[in-house]
Structures are given as C-alpha cells and as structure tokens.
Nanobody, 121 residues
Framework: QVQLVESGGGLVQPGGSLRLSCAASGTIFSINDMGWYRQAPEKERGLVAVITSGGTTNYADSVKGRFTISRDNVKNTVYLQMNSLKPEDTAVYYC???????????????WGQGTQVTVSS
C-alpha cells in the first residue's frame, strides 16, 4: 500500500501565504517526479508545479514567481510554498507522486486526497 497525505490547506486573505505538505508512505522503492495540481469548481484539474528527483522544477505560468515547490527525499515529502495568494488560486490542491514500489516495478502515479485552499477576504 502507498499513501499520500496532504496538509496545510485553509482559508487565507488575498496577499497571504500558505505552505502545503504531502508525505508519501508505504512500500516505496523510489520516487521520481512529485507534483501539485489543483482543481477549482467546474474546472479541470491542472498542473501547478512539478519537481524531479534531481530537483528540476516546472511551474504553471499563473503561479511563477509566487509559488515554490521543494522536496525532502529522505522524508518522501513534497512542499508547496504559496505566497501573494489571489482569489483565483482558490481550489482543491492535490499532490501526485510517480513511484516504484519495488526495484522491478513500473513507475505508477499515486494521488493524495486533496486539501482545500480558499483565498478570500
């Protein structure tokens, strides 16, 4: 079994900050890419940021310069620091990890359960 557990969501005023965390646990041999996605009401889920095992990052244009993704490979945890939050950042945020459960396994994507981020005054 593999679990991804997110934390850190909540209600914040425009211009504020939040830090999301996502910890992967269970039978894990290695983790490749880890990323954050978000889904607003009546919209499709889309990429926010992704980080490779080597630390290369990629961001959606809408969050560049405001959000920072990082990871702790010892703790199997990925973080999303969100600054200068805007109402349009309001969404459910999901983490995803592409990982191998055994050395001989194929890479499989696992998702967290999601955490709500609401930006409102």
């Amino acid at each position: 079994q593999v679990q991804l557990v997110e934390s850190g969501g909540g209600l914040v005023q425009p211009g504020g900050s939040l830090r999301l965390s996502c910890a992967a646990s269970g039978t894990i041999f290695s983790i490749n890419d880890m990323g954050w996605y978000r889904q607003a009401p009546e919209k499709e889920r889309g990429l926010v940021a992704v980080i490779t095992s080597g630390g290369t990052t990629n961001y959606a244009d809408s969050v560049k310069g405001r959000f920072t993704i990082s990871r702790d490979n010892v703790k199997n945890t990925v973080y999303l620091q969100m600054n200068s939050l805007k109402p349009e950042d309001t969404a459910v945020y999901y983490c995803k990890a592409g990982l191998k459960r055994r050395s001989y396994s194929i890479i499989t994507d696992y998702w967290g359960q999601g955490t709500q981020v609401t930006v409102s005054s």
